[in-house]
């Protein structure tokens, strides 16, 4: 008994000990954390004119963001050139030199006959990155430019939507291609399982074809601007030409008259004979008895003074 009292007196001085340990630790060891302040987020933007990228930092440059802005570049010109035809050789050697191509070309020939000058438009696809360069080059081959338009229109979020929609459908697609095998493989598939898997496969490579299609029509219109050139010819700079008289000619001119004064004639002929002249006679008959009447009527008076007279 005497020894169980004097173990359980040890074991308790020895938990005293302990206890005073942990009291006498630093506080620091059981203070919290403290952090320091975050750096002020760092912001950063560059953007280019046509179909450049548009980089966006926001935040730590490790957490950076950078979205590529999509531009759809347009211009118009209208020029006034000495030269038609030099005009047009020199354009589509600068838009070949620029890396770009003549789309459409149409042009005619306008004036008098005396005299004619070719006229017309094209249109150009250029690279969306040297468009302003090519404009001043094209400006430089006319007299004077009557009219020049640019326009830039954003499709970023088109863009973005359609590869947003492109990316889904494709994983859609992957995952009803391992569906498929999985069902190929399963023991108690049927044949209805594995075409019902491969129609809805069909109508996800249906829509994937289609946004694919628009995503490259952007691409196409953002890697290439359009430009439309208006090509009229300088009235001051043609050749000064003095039309001679030509007898043929006048002699037509005379005959044509000639003619229609005889169609005229021949017109009037035909209304006086069929309209006309029964009109005249319907008129004819009252008057005449309107005559008759006062000739007898007359000749009655002149009879009955005579016979007084007698």
Same mark, same amino acid.
């Given at each position: 008994m005497g020894r169980f009292y004097m173990r359980f007196g040890l074991l308790l001085a020895v938990c005293v000990l302990l206890l005073a340990g942990c009291a006498s630790a630093p506080m620091s060891q059981s203070a919290p954390m403290e952090y320091a302040p975050a750096a002020p987020a760092a912001e950063m933007y560059q953007e280019e004119s046509s179909g450049g990228a548009f980089l966006a930092y926001d935040g730590d440059a490790s957490l950076s963001n950078a979205?590529? &802005?999509?531009?759809? +570049?347009?211009?118009? !010109?209208?020029?006034?050139?000495?030269?038609? /035809? @030099?005009?047009?050789?020199?354009? #589509?050697?600068?838009?070949?030199?620029?890396?770009?191509?003549?789309?459409?070309?149409?042009?005619?020939?306008?004036?008098?006959?005396?005299? &004619?000058?070719?006229? +017309?438009?094209?249109? !150009?696809?250029?690279?969306?990155?040297?468009? /302003? @360069?090519?404009?001043?080059?094209? #400006?430089?081959?006319?007299?004077?430019?009557?009219?020049?338009t640019i326009s830039r229109e954003d499709v970023t979020d088109q863009y973005t939507d359609l590869t947003a929609q492109l990316t889904n459908l494709q994983a859609t697609e992957q995952e009803l291609l391992a569906l498929l095998s999985d069902v190929r493989e399963r023991p108690g598939s049927t044949a209805e399982d594995i075409l019902q898997v491969h129609a809805r496969m069909s109508e996800i490579r249906g829509q994937i074809e289609v946004i694919q299609g628009r995503r490259n029509l952007l691409d196409n219109l953002i890697g290439l601007a359009t430009v439309e050139v208006n090509l009229t010819p300088d009235a001051l700079s043609r050749p000064i030409v003095v039309a001679g008289w030509q007898p043929t000619g006048v002699a037509r001119s005379a005959l044509r008259g000639l003619v229609s004064a005889l169609q005229w004639l021949g017109s009037a002929a035909i209304w006086l004979l069929i309209f006309f002249l029964p009109l005249a006679l319907i008129a004819a008959i009252p008057l005449a008895a309107l005559f008759w009447l006062l000739r007898w009527f007359i000749r009655r008076t002149r009879q009955g003074k005579a016979s007084t007279a007698d």
């Open positions: 979205v590529e &802005r999509k531009v759809i +570049g347009r211009a118009a !010109l209208s020029l006034v050139v000495a030269d038609t /035809d @030099a005009a047009v050789s020199a354009i #589509e050697s600068t838009v070949t030199a620029a890396g770009g191509f003549v789309a459409n070309a149409n042009f005619y020939k306008s004036g008098s006959e005396a005299d &004619r000058a070719l006229a +017309g438009s094209m249109t !150009l696809r250029v690279p969306a990155e040297g468009l /302003d @360069a090519l404009l001043a080059q094209l #400006e430089s081959l006319a007299l004077s430019v009557e009219s020049r």
